[in-house]
């Protein structure tokens, strides 16, 4: 059997303020998103006993 070499590279970013400014708004949307749907998935629990499948929530994404 053959070994296998796992290498990893890193590289340092230096993105424009701008970039930065884009990431940032990106990382605070999924926040929220993310956010939002596990309080939904607490509150569907809390309401019937029952939790949200990953499926049923990806299915309402396009709405948010």
């Given at each position: ?9 890193k ?54």
């Open positions: 059997m053959a070994s296998t070499t796992l290498r990893a590279f590289y340092r970013l230096y993105p424009i303020k701008a970039q930065v400014t884009s990431l940032d708004t990106t990382l605070t949307l999924c926040q929220r998103l993310h956010n939002g749907m596990l309080e939904e998935r607490r509150g569907a629990y809390q309401k019937a006993g029952k939790s949200l499948t990953a499926y049923d929530q990806m299915k309402s994404l396009p709405e948010v």
